[in-house]
């Protein structure tokens, strides 16, 4: 009686088995020469159970597509570097020239960094110091501008500071014009959401408190009109610019916030005094060249 039970058993097992096999068949010839051991295949029972085919094909597709956007940023940027001298331009955005940031300011520091990198963020700087100084465009050999930032340079695009400039170009903080010409943004915007969610959590927590402070009527925009007044007082009183960025900090401002309420005085300064030296001179002179005032730091 207990063989006769068993038997059925046995049937079934062997049944399921011969349809197991043909399916595994089946599926190699549709999927591929792996077997299910091997994880080969997009249409075997086990990927098709676990979704890991679909995810590690998601993350594939996606790194290649980022190689692919910084290989074509490195080409771009080839162009720039031709003749070992980078022609550096401004490149006007009304958007972010009216609500975004300085690129030499605390908040490209503290969350750009993390998305550009240092010496991107670095690069920024520099050449927005160097567009502030030369507001229709500058030219720059390539090996003084390596040399600055502490970076290596040999020519040719595989070195870091074409590296850097590669990945300005590709988060659009610099672009390359026709002519090889480097157009840069003096002022970067806010992270896009998909770019905060790089950023490490106590990060996001501080961008998250830096957007509720900027809301409040008492916040970040309140402290730094204050800290423009005060630079302010301290210019008009005849203190350069260094001397009133050291006075802020020892008054507690923020260091970046010192050197950008310091930055702004002198320049307002220096817009109130031109036209009183101009006309001094000859009516001729007195009338402003388009295109070369200094543009206030924000």
């Known amino acids: 009686m207990k063989m006769n039970e068993r038997e059925p058993a046995r049937g079934q097992l062997t049944a399921r088995a011969l349809v197991v096999g043909s399916e595994l068949k089946d599926d190699r010839r549709a999927g591929g020469s792996g ?15 676990t979704g890991v085919s679909s995810g590690a094909a998601d993350r594939r597709a996606a790194a290649r597509a980022a190689e692919a956007r910084f290989g074509s940023a490195r080409g771009r940027v080839a162009e720039a570097l031709e003749g070992d001298c980078v022609r550096v331009r401004p490149w006007p955005d009304p958007a972010a020239d009216l609500a975004g940031h300085d690129s030499r300011s605390w908040y490209v520091e503290t969350f ?26 500058v030219d720059v050999p390539a090996v003084d501008l390596a040399r600055a930032l502490g970076l290596a340079y040999v020519g040719g695009r595989h070195n870091a500071l074409a590296r850097a400039l590669g990945r300005a170009v590709m988060f659009n903080v610099a672009t390359v ?4 010409e480097l157009q840069v943004r003096r002022r970067l915007p806010s992270l896009p959401r998909r770019q905060l969610l ?6 996001r927590d501080e961008h998250l ?16 009109r204050r800290a423009r007044q005060l630079a302010m007082s301290l210019t008009e009183l005849g203190e350069d610019e260094s001397t009133v960025e050291a006075q802020l900090v020892r008054w507690r401002y923020h260091p970046a916030l010192a050197h950008e309420s310091a930055r702004w005085a002198s320049v307002q300064r220096q817009q109130v005094e031109r036209p009183a030296g101009a006309a001094s001179t000859t009516p001729a002179a007195a009338a402003p060249r388009s295109g070369t005032g200094a543009v206030p730091v924000s």
Do not use: C, K, N, Y
Not at 38 to 43: F, L, T, V, Y
Not at 112 to 137: D, K, M, N, Q, Y
């Open 35 to 49: 077997g299910p051991d091997h994880g080969q295949g997009a249409g075997s029972p086990r990927q098709r159970a």
């Open 112 to 137: 750009w960094t993390g998305i550009l990198g240092p010496s991107t963020v670095l690069l920024a700087r520099r050449l927005a110091g160097l567009l502030e100084r030369h507001p229709a465009g």
């Open 177 to 180: 014009a026709g002519g090889g």
């Open 198 to 203: 790089r950023l490490p959590a106590s990060l």
């Open 209 to 224: 408190a830096w957007e509720r402070a900027q809301a409040a009527p008492d916040g970040l925009a309140a402290m730094r």
